[in-house]
C-alpha cells in the first residue's frame, strides 16, 4: 500500500523568506500527488496536483512542487512567504484505478510565520 | 458553483447517543468521500460512495459506523453509540464523474463532532 511521510512536522520561517515543504511517497508506479492546505477550524483547499507532464508544477498563492521521482519527493516551495500562509499543509497521493481514487495523506507540517 | 456543503459544522452528542452527518456534493459530482481527522493527525480514508453504492468502506470502523449516499439528498455518515475516541473532525470531499484519472476531490468545511 502506499504511504507518505512528511519529515517536519513543524516549520518556523521569517515573513518574506523561502520556503520548502517536504514529502516523499512510497508506491512503485508513479501515482497522483497533491498538496492541500488547511486553516486553523477550515477543511481543505487544493493548492496544486501533479497527475503527468511537466515535473514542476505552479499552484495558487504563488506555491510550486516538483516531482522528482528518482527521489519519491514532491516537495512545495514558496519563494517568499507572506503572514497569511501561516496554516497546516497536507501531501497526498492517490493511484488511480479509474475506480477508487481515495487519499492517502501525510501527517501534515504546521507553518508558523514569524514578522 | 457553491463548493462542498456539510452541516451541522459543530456538533456535540454525549457518550451512547447517535451523531449524524451530511454532505451535499458539488453540483455534477456524483462521488463522495468521507475522511476522518483526529486531533494533532491527518486525514484518513473512511468510505467512498457513488450514487445509491458504497464502493469501498475498508477505512470505516466495521461497527457502529454507517454511511449512504442515496439517490436523492446528501450523503449521509452516521455513528451510533457514540464513543470519546469518536471525537473528531469529519470531511467529506466531492468529485466528478471519471474522464480519464483527472479527478480531483474538492472537500467540504467539515463537521467537528465532540463527544461528552
Known amino acids: 500500500a502506499q504511504s507518505v511521510t512528511q519529515p517536519d512536522i513543524h516549520i518556523t520561517v521569517s515573513e518574506g523568506a523561502s520556503l520548502e515543504l517536504r514529502c516523499n511517497y512510497s508506491y512503485g508506479a508513479t501515482p497522483y500527488l497533491f498538496w492541500y492546505v488547511q486553516s486553523p477550524g477550515q477543511g481543505l483547499q487544493l493548492l496544486l496536483k501533479y497527475f503527468s507532464g511537466d515535473t514542476l508544477v505552479q499552484g495558487i498563492k504563488g506555491f510550486e512542487a516538483e516531482f522528482k521521482r528518482s527521489q519519491s519527493s514532491f516537495n512545495l516551495r514558496k519563494p517568499s512567504v507572506h503572514w497569511s500562509d501561516a496554516a497546516e499543509y497536507f501531501c497526498a497521493v492517490v493511484v488511480s484505478n479509474f475506480g477508487n481514487e481515495k487519499l492517502t495523506f501525510g501527517t501534515g507540517t504546521r507553518l508558523t510565520i514569524i514578522p | 458553483n457553491a463548493g462542498v456543503m456539510q452541516n451541522p459544522r459543530h456538533l456535540v452528542r454525549r457518550r451512547g447517543q447517535e451523531a449524524r452527518l451530511r454532505c451535499s456534493p458539488m453540483?455534477?459530482?456524483?462521488?463522495v468521500y468521507w475522511y476522518r481527522q483526529l486531533p494533532e493527525e491527518g486525514l484518513k480514508f473512511m468510505v467512498y460512495?457513488?450514487?445509491?453504492?458504497?464502493?469501498?468502506e475498508s477505512g470505516m470502523p466495521k461497527e457502529r459506523f454507517s454511511a449512504e449516499f442515496p439517490k436523492e439528498g446528501p450523503s449521509i455518515l452516521r455513528i451510533q453509540q457514540v464513543v470519546r475516541g469518536d471525537s473528531a473532525a469529519y470531511f467529506c470531499?466531492?468529485?466528478?464523474?471519471?474522464?480519464?484519472?483527472?479527478?480531483?476531490?474538492?472537500f467540504g468545511p467539515g463537521t467537528r463532532l465532540t463527544v461528552l
Open positions: 460512495l457513488q450514487k445509491e453504492n458504497i464502493i469501498d
Open positions: 453540483k455534477g459530482h456524483s462521488h
Open positions: 470531499a466531492s468529485s466528478p464523474p471519471r474522464r480519464g484519472g483527472d479527478d480531483t476531490q474538492y
